[in-house]
Nanobody
Framework: QVQLVESGGGLVQAGGSLRLSCAAS????????MGWFRQAPGKEREFVSG???????TAADSVKGRFTISRDSAKNTVYLQMNSLKPEDTAVYYC??????????????????WGQGTQVTVSS
């Protein structure tokens, strides 16, 4: 069982930065692949970035070069550093965990555990 709690969201101007954190409980955190998703009003939840339990990451084309995912297994925490934010990045951001594999899944159905979400609002 893994419990996830996101933090770090807020209101920022376009071009600004935010760092989201996702604190995980459970001793098996290091064996899970972790992902960040986001959901804007009226839209489906979409994949943002993911990191493999053994290292390696991937990101959606819309955020490549601007967002960076990382994890600190000693702190049971995964981060999403978001730079050069745009108004279209406005959404609720969710952290999620999936059973460790070599594949970083990009679909919500592959993730077993979810946080409650944190709001990110980017003003123009």
């Amino acid at each position: 069982q893994v419990q996830l709690v996101e933090s770090g969201g807020g209101l920022v101007q376009a071009g600004g930065s935010l760092r989201l954190s996702c604190a995980a409980s459970g001793r098996a955190f290091s064996s899970y692949n972790m992902g960040w998703f986001r959901q804007a009003p009226g839209k489906e939840r979409e994949f943002v970035s993911g990191i493999r339990w053994s290292g390696g990451s991937t990101a959606a084309d819309s955020v490549k070069g601007r967002f960076t995912i990382s994890r600190d297994s000693a702190k049971n925490t995964v981060y999403l550093q978001m730079n050069s934010l745009k108004p279209e990045d406005t959404a609720v951001y969710y952290c999620a965990a999936s059973s460790g594999s070599l594949v970083i899944h990009t679909t919500t159905s592959k993730y077993n555990y979810w946080g409650q979400g944190t709001q990110v609002t980017v003003s123009s």
